[in-house]
């Protein structure tokens, strides 16, 4: 069974900073890894993910993360948060089922990026 | 707006009661996922519908079960509610067997009082 870590509850960070917000995973067979973020009262919204080829993948907003398989982590960046960046974030893995290949998405717990001016 | 749409977005009842939420999947797909989020369990994954038939089951309750009729729509229920019910119900859905991206609606807010 895969099982995700997300170490950070929460995450406070001043306006224009880098930020990162750690994932880990624990999984036997390989895996699928997503990022979602949650704006307040709304659902989730896949932000990037990586299935094969390039470790490092990126989302259109500015966010990038990088799969490190001997470290067996997907961590998120963004060199300068804004504002708007506000939001809970998800990490989550999958893998295909052996017998029916269907795929069962576990999250994290979840972590609050809180942006301040 | 994601496409996924779960009504209704608001329910509060009693305990013991028995509730009914319903999710429309994006047009087109035909995986449906339910899932919990409360503030002590995180988002916990209950249950996933795949073209009317169950396909993978998480930490699903027996008070709880929850279907897909032919239209694709589906239908959770929740019954003998209890105090711990009290969360946010999500319904997403994928058109991809693996890898794919899953859309979520907004959720349904349960309270149980």
């Known amino acids: 069974a895969q099982s995700v870590t997300q170490l950070d509850s929460q995450v406070p960070v001043f306006e224009e900073a880098p930020v990162e917000l750690r994932c880990n995973y624990s999984?036997?067979?390989?895996?699928?890894l997503f990022w979602y973020v949650q704006y307040p009262n709304q659902g989730l919204q896949l932000l990037l993910k990586?299935?094969?080829?390039?470790?490092l993948v990126e989302s259109i907003n500015g966010f990038e993360a990088e799969f490190n398989k001997s470290q067996t982590s997907f961590h998120l960046r963004k060199p300068s948060v804004h504002i708007s960046d506000t939001a809970e974030y998800f990490c989550?893995?999958?893998?295909?089922?052996?017998?029916?290949?269907?795929?069962?998405?576990?999250f994290g717990t979840g972590t609050r990026l809180l942006v301040s001016p | 707006d994601s496409g996924v749409t779960q009504t209704p977005k608001h329910l509060i009842t009693a305990t013991g009661q028995r509730v009914t939420l319903r999710c429309s999947p994006r047009?087109?797909?035909?995986?449906v996922y339910w899932y919990q989020q409360s503030l002590d369990q995180g988002l916990q994954f209950l249950i996933q519908?795949?073209?009317?038939?169950?396909?993978a089951k998480g930490n699903i309750l027996e008070r709880f079960s929850a279907q897909q009729f032919p239209d694709l729509h589906s239908e959770l229920n929740l019954s003998s509610l209890e105090l711990g019910d009290s969360a946010l119900y999500f319904c997403?859905?994928?058109?991809?067997?693996?890898?794919?991206?899953?859309?979520f609606g907004e959720g349904s807010r349960l309270t149980v009082l």
């Open positions: 999984s036997s067979v390989s895996v699928y």
């Open positions: 989550a893995v999958s893998a295909p089922r052996q017998d029916t290949g269907f795929q069962k998405l576990v």
């Open positions: 519908y795949y073209n009317g038939e169950e396909r």
């Open positions: 997403a859905s994928s058109t991809r067997l693996e890898g794919g991206e899953l859309f």
């Open positions: 047009s087109g797909d035909l995986s």
């Open positions: 990586y299935l094969s080829g390039s470790t």
